[in-house]
C-alpha cells in the first residue's frame, strides 16, 4: 500500500519569498509522484511529475520539485512567491506495476501575503 | 480544444434520494475516473471506466454505481443519498488506464450539497 503525508494544512509566505511545501511518501518500490494545484472551486491542475530519470523535475508556473529516494520526500518549491499562487497543493502517488490509481495527500492551502 | 466537463456544476439533494453526475472526457481520451473530494480533504478515488469497462473501485459503497458510454463520457449515480455524501466530485480523462494514464486531467467538479 501507499501513502502520502503533507505536512502543514497552511503554509503562509510574503509575496516573493520562498514557496516551500512538503510531501512525504510511503511505497513498497520507488513511485511516480506528483503535484496538483487547486484553485477554488476548481479542478486539480497537475503542475509537475517524477516518472524516472532526473531526479529534479520543473513544472509550470516556476514550481519545481526534488525526489530524495533517501528521504521518501518529494517537496514542492519556488524561489519567489506570487499573489496567483495561493490556492490548494496536492501531493498525489502512484505504485508502478499496481493499480495505476493516484493516493492522494490532505493537501496544502498555499496562503501569499502582499 | 475542450477540457473535461461536468454537469451540473452544483446540486442540492435530500437524504435518501438519488443523484446522477455526468462527465465528457477531452476528445481522444477514452479513460474516466471518478473521485470525492469532501472538504478539507483530497480526493478519494471511486471508480476507473475504460472502453466501458470497469477497471478499478474504490472503497465506496454499493449505493455508488457508474458507468460509461460508447462515445467514452460516464455518470455516476449514488442512491439513498447520506449527509456525508456532501462533497465535490471530480471527473479526471486520460488516454488509457495504466502507463497511459498517468497524466489525469480534472473537469471543474460537481459540488453536491445533501441537506
Known amino acids: 500500500a501507499q501513502s502520502v503525508t503533507q505536512l502543514g494544512s497552511h503554509v503562509s509566505v510574503s509575496e516573493g519569498a520562498l514557496v516551500l511545501l512538503r510531501c512525504n511518501y510511503s511505497?513498497?518500490?520507488?513511485?511516480?509522484l506528483f503535484w496538483y494545484v487547486q484553485y477554488p472551486n476548481q479542478g486539480l491542475q497537475l503542475l509537475l511529475k517524477?516518472?524516472?530519470?532526473?531526479?529534479l523535475v520543473k513544472g509550470i508556473n516556476g514550481f519545481e520539485a526534488e525526489f530524495k529516494k533517501s528521504e521518501t520526500s518529494f517537496h514542492l518549491t519556488k524561489p519567489s512567491a506570487h499573489m496567483s499562487d495561493a490556492a490548494e497543493y496536492f501531493c498525489a502517488v502512484i505504485r508502478p506495476g499496481g493499480s495505476y490509481i493516484p493516493t492522494f495527500g490532505r493537501g496544502t492551502s498555499l496562503i501569499v501575503h502582499p | 480544444d475542450a477540457g473535461v466537463t461536468q454537469s451540473p456544476t452544483h446540486l442540492i439533494k435530500t437524504r435518501g434520494q438519488h443523484v446522477t453526475l455526468r462527465c465528457s472526457p477531452i476528445s481522444g481520451h477514452k479513460s474516466v475516473s471518478w473521485y470525492q473530494q469532501v472538504l478539507g480533504q483530497g480526493p478519494q478515488f471511486i471508480f476507473q471506466y475504460y472502453e466501458k469497462e470497469e477497471r478499478g473501485r474504490g472503497n465506496f459503497p454499493d449505493r455508488f454505481s457508474a458507468r460509461q458510454f460508447p462515445n467514452y463520457s460516464s455518470e455516476l449515480n449514488v442512491n439513498a443519498l447520506l449527509l456525508g455524501d456532501s462533497a465535490l466530485y471530480l471527473c479526471?480523462?486520460?488516454?488509457?488506464?495504466?502507463?497511459?494514464?498517468?497524466?489525469?486531467?480534472f473537469g471543474p467538479g460537481t459540488r453536491l450539497t445533501v441537506t
Open positions: 511505497s513498497s518500490v520507488p513511485p511516480y
Open positions: 517524477y516518472t524516472t530519470g532526473a531526479t
Open positions: 479526471a480523462s486520460s488516454l488509457t488506464p495504466g502507463t497511459g494514464g498517468l497524466e489525469q486531467y
